[in-house]
């Protein structure tokens, strides 16, 4: 496996190629991410509004280091004890402040999530088709926009010949309910923007995969190959979202804000978030 160089803020002049970066690093600096891609499909107010922290992104995030970076897990998180008492008590209050201090700015996991991570990891290196084995984890790859000019990023979670991105989720993974979570998130867009950013440096259209393993007991688990139809769409779509962000970069945000009023029909067929010929036809790229 090839050596990939840590860098510590992506510049616009960065070439194009693989780097090690951190986290909080790679969202803070230069680069299109399909985070941003999928907000700029959604609005412009979307599009320039900070990113939100949520709890279920920080249960994701702390799944991933303890699967992936495993060396890095006791770094990066702590988990609380448990407490006794009501949590609104003075007694609970300065215990809890206690270990906060004791915990120097690591991420607090509570000791049922940390219990669940701990589950879910158990079934999931139970997979035939999964392994941490050979796979460069988390590495971030950088190219530019041949239509756009952009300079566009990704991070993938595991890479070794094909790219695997590893979720949580709330849903199921049986088939059809996890094809919801795909389209409801857009995983199919991130999927085809990763394929094509790899695509460009290594010169060959890597098969990308999503591994998805249920929060709820009994945590089952599923590996899905992602067809050539489906990363079109999501190709279709992420194309459109790097042209508004160009069209918006060109306007400014004060006729960026006044360019993106819309209105819409419902029909009774009106299709679901992210569908590219209905996103499609409203950004006029069809």
């Keep these: 496996m090839f050596e990939i160089p840590q860098i510590e803020i992506i510049t616009e002049d960065l070439r194009k190629g693989f780097y090690r970066i951190e986290n909080t690093a790679y969202h803070s600096s230069a680069g299109v991410s399909s985070t941003t891609?999928?907000?700029?499909?959604?609005?412009?107010?979307?599009?320039?509004?900070?990113r939100e922290a949520k709890d279920c992104f920080n249960f994701g995030s702390a799944f991933h280091c303890?699967?992936?970076?495993p060396s890095l897990f006791s770094s990066l998180y702590v988990v609380a004890p448990v407490i006794p008492g009501h949590k609104n008590s003075n007694a609970y209050k300065a215990q809890y402040e206690a270990f906060v201090q004791q915990s120097h700015g690591k991420e607090i996991i509570g000791a049922e999530d940390y219990q669940t991570i701990v589950n879910m990891a158990n079934i999931l290196y139970g997979h035939p088709d999964f392994s941490t084995a050979g796979f460069q984890p988390e590495i971030m790859a950088v190219t530019r926009c041949k239509e756009t000019g952009l300079l566009i990023k990704c991070k993938a979670d595991q890479f070794s010949g094909f790219i695997n991105d590893l979720k949580t989720t709330s849903a199921s993974v049986i088939p059809h309910e996890f094809m919801n979570e795909v389209i409801k998130y857009g995983y199919h867009v991130s999927m085809a923007f990763y394929?094509?950013?790899?695509?460009?440096?290594?010169?060959v259209a890597p098969t990308m995969k999503i591994t998805a393993v249920e929060k709820r007991?009994?945590?089952?688990?599923?590996?899905?190959?992602?067809g050539d139809s489906l990363l079109e769409e999501g190709r279709k779509l992420y194309k459109a979202g790097l042209r508004r962000i160009k069209k918006w970069n060109d306007l400014g945000p004060a006729d960026s804000l006044r360019a993106d009023y819309r209105k819409y029909?419902?029909?009774?067929?009106?299709?679901?978030?992210?569908?590219?010929e209905d996103i499609l036809k409203f950004t006029g790229d069809v």
Excluded at 195 to 203: C, E, L, P
């Design 37 to 50: 891609v999928k907000k700029a499909l959604n609005s412009y107010g979307n599009f320039v509004s900070p």
């Design 66 to 69: 303890f699967v992936l970076e």
């Design 195 to 203: 394929q094509d950013i790899v695509a460009d440096i290594i010169g």
């Design 217 to 226: 007991a009994p945590h089952d688990c599923a590996v899905f190959t992602l």
């Design 265 to 276: 029909t419902l029909e009774a067929n009106s299709r679901m978030r992210y569908n590219a």
